[in-house]
């Protein structure tokens, strides 16, 4: 299969560490649909590694350093863009941290610090990009992040991770009502679970994806390409008339009773 969905389209990708991350999927995606992409990075740690893995597959790419933490980055991220760019499409936003302590056991055992952590790294930085990503989309735009039905839904040990990706979908409706009349839009793609290093470590992940496999309308587990593909009509002019919304990638699983 090939076309040329995001050709002529600038479109920053943040959030790819390694092979397996669900940014890194969808930035191939994006590539063989003929963008043109720019990469962030976490920070030094991740800088050689995320080079090597991007220029094995992206010729000549531009990579950024950008810890989502410190507003000043997030600044001379978009400086960057606007040097090398001028213009920007769309905006991948995939990125989350809560302390791993704060993963496991009772919620209301979250910590005052680790709840600030984790909507900060996992919700506001989301607002943050969007603010310094809207003046240079003077085209339009799109903006797409990846979020979890643990937002809505008790999932075991998702606990404060679960109440940041619900103020994530809530600043993605409320982005959505800011930007609309600009012609950017803003969603968020639900993914059911993959094994990522987001994924690693969490108790009982072979239960969940069992779970998933016995009762979701697909019985199987999506994989990256398929969350990728649906991120990518969502950065496309496929879903110019979509804003706002939460679109499940999931094998129909969250349309479960018991
Ligand atoms: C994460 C925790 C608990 C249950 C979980 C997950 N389930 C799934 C995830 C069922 C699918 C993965 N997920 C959707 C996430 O958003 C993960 C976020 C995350 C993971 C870690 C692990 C390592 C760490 N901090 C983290 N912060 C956020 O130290």
């Known amino acids: 299969m090939s076309h040329s969905l995001l050709k002529g389209k600038n479109i920053l990708i943040m959030g790819v560490a390694n092979k397996r991350s669900i940014a890194w999927s ?35 790419p531009l990579l950024l350093p950008c810890n989502v933490s410190e507003e000043k980055e997030i600044d001379y991220l978009f400086e960057g863009i606007k040097e090398s760019c001028g213009v920007l499409h769309g905006v991948v936003h995939s990125i989350a941290y809560a302390k791993k302590e704060e993963l496991s056991d009772l919620y209301v055992n979250t910590s005052r610090e680790g709840f600030r952590l984790a909507h900060e790294v996992s919700a506001y930085s989301l607002v943050a990009v969007a ?9 339009g735009g799109s903006i ?34 800011d930007f609309g009349p600009m012609g950017i839009r803003v969603n968020a793609v639900s993914a ?67």
């Open 26 to 60: 969808i930035a191939r995606a994006y590539h063989r649909a003929g963008a043109n992409l720019v990469f962030s990075y976490q920070d030094e740690r991740y800088r050689e590694k995320v080079k090597k893995l991007v220029e094995s597959e992206i010729p000549d």
């Open 131 to 139: 603010r310094w990503a809207y003046p240079l989309m003077r085209e």
């Open 144 to 177: 797409v992040t990846l979020t979890y039905q643990g937002s809505t839904r008790l999932v075991p040990n998702y606990n404060v991770m679960g109440v940041a990706k619900a103020a994530l979908e809530a600043s993605v409706r409320y982005l959505a009502g």
């Open 192 to 258: 059911g679970p993959v094994r990522t290093v987001s994924a690693k470590g969490v108790k009982d992940f072979n239960r969940i994806i069992e779970l998933v496999e016995q009762k979701s309308p697909l019985r199987r587990a999506v994989t990256p390409e398929e969350i990728a593909q649906a991120a990518l009509f969502l950065s496309s002019d496929l879903s110019s008339g979509i804003t706002g919304e939460v679109l499940f990638v999931d094998g129909g699983y969250h349309l479960t009773g018991m």
